[in-house]
């Protein structure tokens, strides 16, 4: 029996972690959020997700590139360090989160990929089923 894939969506703000849930759970994906910094390291420890979206703003919790960083290179999260990164990102003006701008790492320290906001559910799932069938390989 094939296991379903586990997202973790990370955001400050309920409603769009809801939303976003509830659009992954009628894609069959499970669901594990994280609204404050002090569950989200915790939470990808104990869950270990197989993709991440992250809400690149989110309001002085907690900073996305230094997590996203963290998850890639620390020897704390060995374990997630090949998991996608997706941002989320509501900044089309701000070139350091487009693709080739200043945050960029193209996966190495940086997010695999960014959808903006609104997000488009067809946009999500699409980058999300590309991300996770490049880690199966």
Do not use: W
């Not at 693709?99 to 940086?110: D, L, M, N, Q, V």
């Amino acid at each position: 029996m094939k296991e379903t894939p586990k997202i973790m969506v990370i955001d400050d703000d309920p409603d769009f972690i809801n939303a976003i849930s509830m659009m992954l759970k009628v894609a069959k994906y499970d669901v594990v959020a994280a609204l404050s910094p002090g569950q989200v390291k915790e939470k990808m420890l104990a869950h270990k997700p197989d993709l991440i979206l992250i809400d690149s703003y989110a309001e002085g919790s907690f900073d996305a590139r230094e997590l996203c960083a963290e998850i890639k290179s620390s020897p704390r999260f060995r374990q997630l360090s090949a998991t996608p990164v997706v941002f989320i990102t509501s900044g089309k003006n701000d070139p350091r989160e487009k693709p080739g701008g200043a945050s960029h790492g193209r996966g190495k320290k940086g997010p695999d990929a960014y959808l903006e906001k609104p997000l488009k559910m067809e946009d999500m799932l699409s980058t999300i089923d590309e991300l996770l069938r490049l880690r199966k390989r």
